[in-house]
């Protein structure tokens, strides 16, 4: 619902225009989703797995989420690594089927299997994936068996003359998508996205906790 708002003039020098001044809310910040207490701009996330919703969150509901069995929501990690050693070779990239070298994948429980998934102008794009191809990958790469379920996700980037491969929070890939959608014009996205895409990329690598191993 959309409220409308009018403007009335008030002379500056009136009674009334200085008291609206001192008695004026300041801008609320953003709060918790489900108790309502006040939080930073940097703050947890719980996921709703089966409408893939992310809700905002205090630390002190977060953990209550914590434990993995949770029935509605699942609490995002915030642990951030870089793959340098993840091992996948162009052809069984090629089985994955994706249209675009831009892509995240994550263990779906409502659906209970993997889930690939591409950025694109129009929000998140579901790819076909075969159990196949997915399993010769993890084959390489064991540590894509230890994805926390709904909230973990491989987010691999080919798009630059390098290919950049992470373990993330599952909203880092809401982001991502948010920003392909935000920034992207006419056919080839234009250069505003990929300068986007770049600072995304860099910002990942900064916060990365540890570089990540394959077999880890």
């Not at 002379?11 to 989703?33: D, H």
């Not at 995002?76 to 089985?95: C, G, H, K, Y």
């Not at 794009?125 to 084959?139: F, H, I």
């Not at 950049?164 to 982001?175: A, G, L, N, Q, T």
Request: charged share 25%; glycine share 6%; net charge neutral.
């Amino acid at each position: 619902m959309i409220t409308e708002h009018r403007l009335t003039a008030t002379p500056a020098s009136s009674p009334i225009a200085t008291l609206r001044r001192f008695v004026r809310k300041p801008p609320q910040g953003e709060r918790c989703e489900l108790c309502g207490a006040p939080i930073a701009e940097e703050h947890q996330h719980l996921l709703e797995p089966p409408t893939r919703r992310l809700v905002c969150s205090c630390d002190a509901c977060a953990i209550l989420f914590s434990d993995q069995q949770s029935r509605r929501f699942r609490r995002v990690p915030r642990r951030i690594d870089v793959l340098s050693d993840f091992r996948i070779t162009d052809e069984q990239w090629e089985q994955l089927h994706l249209p675009i070298n831009l892509a995240f994948f994550y263990f779906s429980s409502p659906a209970k299997r993997i889930v690939a998934m591409f950025p694109s102008p129009a929000g998140a794009t579901e790819s076909l994936l075969t159990l196949d191809a997915w399993e010769s990958l993890a084959a390489e790469n064991p540590a894509l068996r230890g994805l926390d379920p709904d909230v973990e996700a491989l987010l691999v980037n080919r798009t630059g003359p390098t290919a950049d491969y992470y373990r993330v929070p599952i909203d880092e890939c809401f982001k991502l998508v948010g920003l392909i959608r935000t920034h992207w014009r006419g056919l080839s996205g234009g250069t505003e996205v990929w300068k986007q895409l770049g600072a995304f990329t860099e910002n990942l690598k900064r916060r990365s906790s540890s570089t990540g191993a394959s077999h880890a």
